[in-house]
């Protein structure tokens, strides 16, 4: 079955979320922009944020639950949650153990304790976020700086992240099994 995130139009897409909103209403959320883990010139990881065009204030870091051995009802907890008080309108990095104004952590953050983390961009009180980028431990401690982790592990150049990101036409179809 191909993803229907790589064959997308533009860079914004509309996700209609199951769970009803306090009227009764459907939630949808656009998802604009990418979210991926890299390393920067000193070769330690950072969350890369291309925000296409949006503005977002916001970064959670969720504990990526192993689906096959929790209800399906389990909410993954947010382990981290940074801000910045002006929105974020182009592409950034930032790190998650030592975030730089004008970033802010909720709390000091160890992304090597978790199995696996979900990393997204969002902007409080709107209905919008990046395409999130899911790693695990492994991953996480090989990054580099000419490669970014995208999506559910998927391994693009910097280059790649620099012209694809916000042209979602021109991501790679993914397969799911």
């Not at 995130?5 to 509309?14: E, H, P």
């Not at 916001?58 to 096959?68: G, N």
Request: glycine content about 6%.
């Amino acid at each position: 079955m191909r993803s229907s995130a790589a064959r997308g139009g533009l860079a914004t897409v509309s996700i209609l979320v199951a769970a009803p909103a306090g009227c009764g209403n459907a939630v949808t959320t656009d998802v604009v922009g990418m979210t991926g883990v890299t390393a920067d010139a000193q070769g330690r990881p950072v969350v890369i944020v291309a925000a296409c065009g949006a503005a977002y204030d916001r970064i959670a870091v969720s504990d990526m639950l192993d689906r096959s051995t929790v209800p399906a009802t389990q909410v993954n907890e947010t382990l981290l949650t940074m801000t910045r008080e002006t929105p974020l309108t182009g592409t950034e990095t930032v790190s998650l153990t030592d975030p730089l104004a004008p970033w802010s952590a909720s709390k000091r953050f160890e992304p090597t304790e978790p199995d696996g983390i979900d990393v997204a961009a969002f902007a409080e009180g709107e209905d919008r976020t990046t395409t999130s980028v899911m790693v695990t431990r492994a991953e996480y401690h090989q990054v580099s700086a000419d490669v970014v982790l995208v999506r559910q592990g998927e391994r693009w150049t910097r280059a790649e992240f620099d012209a694809r990101a916000c042209d979602r036409d021109s991501w790679p179809e993914v397969t799911i099994s």
